[in-house]
């Protein structure tokens, strides 16, 4: 090779090298600070890479920077859901594993994961594949790979559940030994090898049930509790020395107790919680996440009048619980269980969460810094800070005064990555 051979390819890689390093800088009519619950006038955002250099009302303008100008929008973090089912799609929960293979499964998954994103959802926490195993590690790697657009994912594989509990395939013919939604778990004994194995595959996290199936009788809540506050305890020690949490599917006490006592990262539906749980999750920081819209969908799309009332009457139950807990000081997180309706319309989840009693300001922050927390990503998604993740959304007006912007967003941003740009 000549030497101006060599000197003209070090030029062009230079240059290439140097067009992936172009900083963005993001201008907008506003920028939400979430943490203050306040608008910044105008609004911008430095992007270097991955990661957010500067973030507010104004920030520096590199030379060789390209300006993404957003009008009147208001930037903010790209949105989190606590709870999501990438594995489930609309009509056909309970049958998945009878009626798809897990390959199938998994490209289904897909999917959702690019509807979630493009939606805004830039992270997301996935509750069990609901039957199709470690898949989800799979398309969270692709999605880390770059190979499949989606958001940042902490997955948990198969949900872990007690023998004839509540993701056991009952109602079957029993001869058909028909494939449940779970793996199985029914004592501290065998939770710890389950959870060993998971963790081997590639789990972030891990999901118990810990209550079955429920039941509103007047004013009273029940729903069985399916593991002892012992086991629980340990399924977090094992959970804690591996590095990770333990999130629990949990509609009522004694078993939302039992899981504030053993320490959980939260308690997911949380229908209904005693003075003393609710105390606990302050104390402890473990977070409700109520689900609101998986709720209402299924109360809308009930195929027989008797269970579309009892799916409202248990609703309204949980609005009026909603409100105690707010008033206790129960920390929340917004978690939408999408996936039994549609993928990519789960900013539901937060407009019902402002509807039911919160403010639009302790909406956002439930959503984005303690969804952040939740996720295990407190110092780098859910705020626009400098060394954050590029996860950054923007949506057609003040979400402050107006949750249902979040519904529709004009531009997304994931890890510096233009995913979408109206
Ligand atoms: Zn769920």
Redesign the pocket.
């Known amino acids: 090779m000549t030497l101006r051979r060599a000197l003209t390819l070090a030029l062009v890689v230079a240059s290439s090298s140097a067009f992936a390093q172009q900083p963005i800088v993001l201008h907008a009519a506003h920028l939400l600070d979430v943490a203050d619950g306040k608008l910044l006038t105008p609004g911008e955002v430095l992007v270097e890479g991955e990661r957010i250099k500067e973030a507010g009302a104004h920030v520096t303008h590199p030379a060789n920077a390209r300006t993404i100008d957003l009008g009147n929008s208001t930037l903010m973090p790209g949105l989190i859901d606590a709870?999501t089912?990438l594995f489930l799609h609309p009509g056909n929960e309970g049958l998945q594993t009878v009626e798809e293979s897990i390959p199938q499964r998994t490209l289904t998954a897909a999917a959702a994961a690019k509807a979630d994103l493009l939606a805004g959802f830039t992270a997301e926490r996935d509750?069990?594949t609901e039957g199709a195993k470690c898949a989800d590690v799979a398309v969270r790697n692709a999605i880390n790979h770059g190979e499949i657009p989606g958001p940042r994912m902490r997955v948990s594989c198969n949900a872990i559940d007690i023998l004839g509990g509540h993701e056991d395939a009952i109602g079957f013919n029993p001869e058909q030994h028909v494939l449940s939604n779970a793996d199985f778990a029914n004592n501290e004994a065998e939770l710890i090898p389950l959870m060993r194995e998971q963790h081997k595959e590639g789990s972030d996290f891990f999901k118990l049930y810990e209550t079955g199936k429920d039941s509103l009788v007047g004013d009273e809540f029940h729903s069985p509790y399916q593991y002892t506050e012992a086991e629980l305890a340990a399924a977090v020690a094992e959970a804690h020395r591996m590095g990770t949490t333990v999130g629990v599917?949990c509609t009522s006490d004694p078993g939302a107790l039992y899981a504030a006592r053993a320490g959980v990262a939260s308690i997911?539906h949380a229908d209904q919680l005693s003075p003393e749980t609710m105390k606990l999750m302050r104390e402890k920081n473990i977070f409700a996440v109520p689900?609101f819209a998986?709720v209402e969908y299924f109360a809308a799309h009930a195929e027989k009048p008797a269970s579309a009332a009892r799916l409202k009457a248990m609703d309204a139950y949980h609005r009026e619980q909603f409100k105690k807990q707010l008033a206790a000081g129960v920390p929340f997180a917004v978690g939408s269980?999408v996936?039994p309706f549609p993928h990519g319309t789960q900013a539901r989840e937060y407009e019902l969460m402002a509807e039911y009693g919160m403010t639009n300001a302790q909406v956002l922050h439930a959503g984005l810094i303690n969804g952040a927390k939740l996720l295990g990503w407190a110092d780098s998604i859910g705020q626009l800070k400098p060394g954050f993740y590029a996860d950054i959304i923007a949506v057609p007006g003040d979400p402050l005064t107006n949750i249902h912007v979040l519904t529709t967003p004009t531009f997304v941003m994931k890890n510096g990555d233009v995913i979408r740009d109206k």
Do not use: N
């Open positions: 709870h089912h509750m069990g599917h997911d689900t998986v269980d996936g």
